[in-house]
Every structure is written in C-alpha cells, then in structure tokens.
C-alpha cells in the first residue's frame, strides 16, 4: 500500500483512484461495507482503490482537552487498511488550515485537482468542510460538475438491526463488553505500544508483566482481561494467550494507568518490544487486596479462568486475530 500524507506530492500514476473518504476509526463492519463499495467500482473499472483519511482525528483538533477515544490510533488504523486490500492511503493532516477549507474548496482543490479522483464513495452521514456544510448529497452535486461519481453507501446494520457505530463500541469497551465490541468490528479490539520499564513487582510474586501506556486509546473498563498478546519478532507477529490488568494497580498504590499484560508460556525479555494485546473477555473489575500474597492468589484463579475463556473462544473462532 502507497502512502501520500500531502496532495502536492501526489505522483501523476496515483491519479484516477477509486477514493472511500472517513476518519475510519475502529475500521468496523460499517466502514468495511463503505470500503468494500469502493473495491466493487474500482475492480470494475479497473482502477486503483485509495482511502482518504484525516491525522489527527478533527474531533481530538476541536476538542484537545477532551478524555481519549481512538478505538485505532494511526499505526494501527493504516495496519488495518492494508489488511483489507486497499492500494493508496491519503492522509491529511487536520490543522487550523484543514478546519477552514470550505467544501467547494475541498471537492475542487483536494479531490478534484488534488488527487484526480474518478470515483467517491462515502458513507450517508458523511459531512465535511469548514462547520461541516458539505454532505453527501453537496459532494455528489459537485462532482456531477467536476466530471466525477459519487456513490452513498446506506448505513450497515447488525442482526439486531443498529446500525454499526464507533461511538457504541466506545459505549461496549467502557462497559467492559470486548465480545460486543469485537462483533462491530469483525475483529478483536487491541491495544498496542512499547513495552515499558516497571517496577518488577510481577517477577516477584511469579506473574512478570509487560507494561504498556494506553495513552490515547479510550478508557475501556479497569479490571482484568483473557487476551492475546502478539509480539513483534524479526517482522512477524506471534501470538500468545495471556491475563492482563487495566488500571492503576491499587494494592501497591499506584495512580498510573496502565495495561499489564502477563504472557502464558512465555520465556523471554520483552523490555522495548512492540505488543498489541487483543481483548477477547472481561473477567472482573479491579480491586485493592490486603496483601501481595493475596494479589498473588487472585491472579493464579484470574490466569486459569483467562485460559479456559481463550480456549473456548479458540474453539469458536479459529483463528486469533482478524488484522
């Protein structure tokens, strides 16, 4: 996959794509369909298929002070739509200057002499432009103008019939609901990052943690977790069952959050690695012990509920994770 983070360096055999425009974040079953809309015309019109999207977030612009809620951070997010096939990736970055571009300027200097497009495709709600006055209905006008189609995906729905959403995974992961959350997405919901130096309190009880930052992920429930841990090595990512905690560690008065993820069967060091940890079940709220022995009692139980809850859902699904 291509990637082009500014319209002026756009080379002249990028031009002519198929482009599916969002912020795509969480990449759910929702924008799978708007994405897959846009395969379906560049596959039959023999072009390339590209993705314009927008880092960072508009909503994290206007808003800076607001708490987290990326459900895929950039290098997650651009994973993700390389999985899925897609040719070209446009990334704008949103600033002060991006914010006042009105939407005839965005269709005509962006999209139209910009980055040449022959084809949109874009979700029903998708607005756009300085205080989001263009639409989707404005976009397919303009284009009609400029000499390109424009193609309005109605919104997907699940077998209950809601429409698929990041805001209600946001809503699922808050309430400590991973399954629910992995069933809009079509795949699990991770968290990745480097692994950070702790305080090796793990090692000494017998569960060694590694440690990452949750940073600009939303805040999904504290507690504790069955997950699969991948661990980068030599450009491949392996994959293990693990228990990890999400929280601030009060039996040992802590105030940082963090996400602790100890490894089944695994040996090794894996200061400075890159970990994503893929949340398969909630198994409980996270609590203050009296004491470390204590701790270290809660977390043997928590480790073999963790491997019976990942073997079941080895069973179920096959696989480990979608991405």
């Given amino acids: 996959m291509r990637l082009f983070r500014h319209i002026s360096s756009v080379p002249a055999d990028a031009y002519g794509a198929v482009v599916a425009i969002g ?15 846009a395969r379906a015309r560049a596959d039959a019109e023999g072009r390339a298929l590209a993705l314009l999207t927008f880092r960072p977030h508009p909503r994290r612009f206007f808003r800076p002070d ?16 390389g999985a899925l096939g897609v040719d070209i990736l446009f990334v704008l ?30 979700g029903h709600d998708f607005a756009f432009g300085n205080q989001r006055r263009g639409n989707a209905e404005f976009l397919r006008s303009k284009g009609s103008e400029l000499g390109f189609d424009v193609t309005i995906v109605e919104p997907a729905k699940d077998a ?12 699922y992961l808050r309430d400590g609901q991973p ?19 702790g305080d090796q309190r793990g090692q000494t009880i017998g569960f060694p943690t590694a440690n990452i930052d949750p940073g600009e992920y939303v805040q ?25 905690n999400h929280g601030v560690r009060p039996t040992v008065d802590g105030s940082r959050l963090l996400l602790e993820a100890h490894l089944f069967d695994f040996a090794g060091d894996l200061y400075g690695k890159y970990l994503r940890v893929a949340f398969v079940e909630y198994l409980r709220g996270e609590r203050k012990f009296d004491s470390l022995e204590a701790l270290k009692r809660q977390i043997t139980a928590d480790s ?7 073997a079941i859902y080895a069973a179920k699904s096959g696989e480990s994770t979608a991405f």
């Fill in 23 to 37: 912020n795509f974040d969480g990449l759910h079953r929702g924008h799978q369909v708007v994405i897959a809309a």
């Fill in 66 to 81: 607001e708490e987290p809620f990326r459900l895929t951070p950039f290098r997650a997010k651009v994973r993700a739509i």
């Fill in 93 to 122: 970055r949103f600033d002060a200057k991006m914010a006042s571009v009105t939407a005839e300027a965005f269709v005509e200097k962006i999209l139209h002499q910009g980055i040449g497009v022959s084809h949109v495709v874009v």
């Fill in 160 to 171: 209950d019939n809601k429409i698929y959403s990041s805001s209600v995974i946001r809503h």
């Fill in 179 to 197: 399954q629910r959350a992995a069933e809009l997405l079509g795949r699990l919901w991770e968290i990745e990052g480097r692994v950070l130096p």
């Fill in 220 to 244: 999904q429930a504290r507690g504790v977790y069955a997950v699969r841990v991948g661990v980068a090595t030599g450009g491949k990512t392996q994959w293990y069952d693990g228990v990890a």
């Fill in 304 to 310: 073999q509920l963790a491997r019976d809850k990942l």
